[in-house]
């Protein structure tokens, strides 16, 4: 059983602040999301889609200081728990959106990112029956939405 636990959020709290990034919680409280899933490789695959957010309002350049947010957030519908991570950044583009979950696929600077995380991260969540959708429009942020069975 997978528990998201805050300590995943409270692990970029001090990272989101130095940059002025409001982070918002929408975990549901008193009560846990418990999925079918490893806490650790869960931990890891919400992590990655945290960091990708941050980069992505890096990249939003500074017209948008003051109001960027990264929003995570967890719903359930019938026998599946909804976690998302939305944000305000830079957005994909359509033929971004394609490659997004494709292994060695980055935008990011050689050294920044490998273009591992979302393909590693697809794979892992598929082998817990579950999947990963995304939302986004250039220049307007990104949602990524984890669909997984609860526990
Ligand atoms: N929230 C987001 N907003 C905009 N673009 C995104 C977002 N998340 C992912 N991307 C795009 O998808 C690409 C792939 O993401 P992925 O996490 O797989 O690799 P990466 O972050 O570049 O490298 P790493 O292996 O370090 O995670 C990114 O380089 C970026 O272009
Ligand atoms: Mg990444």
New binding site residues.
Partial sequence: VGVVAHEVIELMAHELRKRGVELRNGLPEGREVRVRAESGPLHQVLL??L???M??IDSAGPTRIGWHFIRIAAEERDGDWIISVA?S????SEA?RKN?FKPF????DIG????????TSYRIVEGWGGTIEVS?REGE??E?RLLLPKA
């Fill in positions: 990655n889609l960091v990708n957010s980069h992505a944000d950044g830079c957005g994909i971004n997004l696929f980055t935008t990011k920044k990112g490998t273009g591992l995380g979302l393909a986004s942020g990104a990524f």
